[in-house]
Each structure stands twice: as C-alpha cells, then as structure tokens.
C-alpha cells in the first residue's frame, strides 16, 4: 500500500486559483471552465472527474451562489466566488454555501474580495502545511495487527478529523444562518 507521504505528494494539495491567475477581463462560461480544469485537474481523484461543468455554474448562478452574470461573461469576482464554491462543495451543502456566500455576493462592491481572498489563500496553505504534518506524524504513526487493517484504521482516522472539521464548520454556518435571521 502507498506510503502516506506520497499520496500527499499525488494530491497536489496546493493546487489554487489565485487573483494573479484570473484575467481581468470578463470570460465566457467555456473559457471559466478551462481555466479551472487547467488549475484543479491535477488535484482531480481520476481523469473522470470533472472540476467544473456547464450545469454547475448554471446551478450555482440559479441558487444564487453568485451575483447576477453579465452578458452571459463572468468577472474575476465571479471567478474568484466560483472557486469558493469549488473548495466548499467538497464538504458543505449547497444550502450551506449559499448561507456562507450570501454576505459576500450582497456586498460584491463594497469589500474587496481580492484581498478576502488572499487571506483565504493563506489560510489554505497554513492547513496543507499543518494536514501534511498531522498525516504524516500522528496518522502514520497509527499500527493494527496486519497491513490491511493499518490501512482501514488510517482512513477511519482521517475521516473521523475530516468530519470534526466539518460539523464544526456547519456549527460556524448555523451561526451565520441565526445571524441573518435576527
């Protein structure tokens, strides 16, 4: 079985759009596609997987996910939000990510979100950085009676953190929710 050092590695964890990798001209819906495919493709599971479709920006406008599109062309704030969602969408729901956005798409002119979302960036590389070493130190670190049952207790742990991070940030979304409904 793979040693956990090089899954890591496979993953290509630090796979981002960043501002300075978005046009500043306003793109089509195909040309949005091929830039995140170009971005994210490598950090895919298979080569099936798609990173972003057609039907998920259409959804994704519809659920309003995202501030209203002009003439069917996307900003680099729509792009920039879009890879929001691309990173929230892997562990909250739809619903959960609107709530979470809804602040953000209301008050598109006023803040800036190139900034917001540099921070997020930061952010983002911390906890690669902090995930490589708790995976490689206290989940490597994990031994059960054979090799097969040192695999299923190292994916058991990993999900068990996955979904402590997770309930912990629909509890930050519920907070939000609460917020708004005051």
């Given at each position: 079985?793979?040693?956990?050092?090089?899954?890591?590695?496979?993953?290509?964890?630090?796979?981002?759009?960043?501002?300075?990798?978005?046009?500043?001209?306003?793109?089509?819906?195909?040309?949005?596609?091929?830039?995140?495919?170009?971005?994210?493709?490598?950090?895919?599971?298979?080569?099936?997987?798609?990173?972003?479709?057609?039907?998920?920006?259409?959804?994704?406008?519809?659920g309003k996910l995202l501030?209203?599109?002009?003439?069917?062309?996307?900003?680099?704030?729509?792009?920039?939000?879009?890879?929001?969602?691309?990173?929230?969408?892997?562990?909250?729901?739809?619903?959960?990510?609107?709530?979470?956005?809804?602040?953000?798409?209301?008050?598109?002119?006023?803040?800036?979100?190139?900034?917001?979302?540099?921070?997020?960036?930061?952010?983002?590389?911390?906890?690669?950085?902090?995930?490589?070493?708790?995976?490689?130190?206290?989940?490597?670190?994990?031994?059960?009676?054979?090799?097969?049952?040192?695999?299923?207790?190292?994916?058991?742990?990993?999900?068990?953190?996955?979904?402590?991070?997770?309930?912990?940030?629909?509890?930050?979304?519920?907070?939000?929710?609460?917020?708004?409904?005051?």
């Open positions: 079985m793979d040693k956990l050092a090089d899954i890591l590695s496979e993953l290509h964890l630090d796979n981002q759009l960043t501002p300075d990798n978005v046009p500043n001209i306003d793109l089509y819906m195909d040309q949005v596609i091929q830039l995140f495919e170009h971005t994210f493709e490598s950090s895919t599971r298979n080569k099936e997987e798609k990173v972003l479709t057609k039907t998920m920006i259409n959804n994704y406008a519809k501030f209203p599109i002009k003439q069917k062309k996307y900003s680099k704030e729509h792009l920039l939000l879009i890879s929001l969602i691309y990173q929230l969408k892997g562990t909250l729901s739809i619903n959960d990510i609107k709530t979470t956005l809804t602040d953000i798409n209301e008050q598109i002119t006023e803040i800036n979100l190139d900034s917001f979302y540099e921070e997020f960036l930061k952010a983002a590389a911390d906890n690669v950085e902090q995930g490589k070493k708790d995976i490689s130190g206290r989940i490597n670190e994990l031994a059960a009676d054979t090799e097969e049952l040192e695999h299923v207790l190292k994916i058991l742990a990993l999900v068990h953190m996955s979904n402590i991070y997770r309930k912990t940030a629909e509890k930050l979304v519920d907070q939000l929710d609460k917020k708004k409904n005051l």
